[in-house]
């Protein structure tokens, strides 16, 4: 079979033959063919029993409340509960009110006022008094003083007069004696005197300071009452508001309120607040645009809270919405 050569996949081939040795051994090495990959056999898919799904998975799977835009869970409660928590807001602010006005009545600092200076008045007596007891006794014992010199004066003199002293020697001895117990009794005269006056004017101020003891005390007394007065007044407002109070609370739903009551811990005792005219009435400032539609948007059962405050916004008539 002369012309022709045979191909390394056996097909034979016209043309001359290949002159070089390198070439006839390229051209008789056979060519590489790439084996065509497996099929893998279609994996058994393996067919779970049906059967009632655990519990567990469940609760792990169950979709969550849906969240508010700050990440807490969205609270429902109808409009009037709403309208009935703005009224239980109005009692706990009353009820403040009167704890703030029994705490700061004007009696108060009137009666500590009248305290203060009705102890001190009687601590001013008690020193009058104590002097003019101390006077008094300083007194009599100058009197004392002043009446034993007098009657020695006296019987000196009565020697004196009776002649029964002849020796000129005792007689200027007995004279020198009665001019010296005369100028003693008149020193002593005068220290009476000085006590006395001493006397009188603690006498004085004592009997000042007890007219002024009674004063104030009366004084204190009247304030007092008053004072009294007024507390009774403002204890029986606060039996009856907190009566009305929890009359009201029971029927606004219990996780309402906890929040409510949560709130007006934090905020100052305020936790609900009314939207008027667009402006919550809990930090007075007014809602912008964007606050007002997502709040226009709400159902009217979602408790929607002030951008500001975060207190409770409860939606009325005069929203402005």
Known sequence: MSGGRVSPVGVRTVGPRPSGGRDRAASARPALVRPAPAVRPARRVRQHQRGPVPEQFVRQHRPS??????????????PADQIRLLEVQSLDTRLTQLAHRRKNLPEHEEVQRLETDLTQLRDLLVAAQTEESDTGREQTKAEQDVDQVRQRAARNQQRLDSGAVSNPKDLESLQSEIASLAKRQGDLEDVVLEVMERRESAQQRAAELGERVDSVTA???EVTARRDATLAEID????E????????AEGVPGDLLKLYDRIREREGGVGAAKLFQRRCEGCRLELNITELNEVRDAPSDAVVRCENCRRILVRTQDSGL
């Open 219 to 221: 004084k204190l007394d």
């Open 236 to 239: 029986a407002s606060v039996t």
């Open 65 to 78: 409340p849906t969240p508010t835009h700050h990440g807490s869970p969205q609270l429902n409660a109808a």
């Open 241 to 248: 508001t907190r009566a009305e109070r929890e009359s009201l």
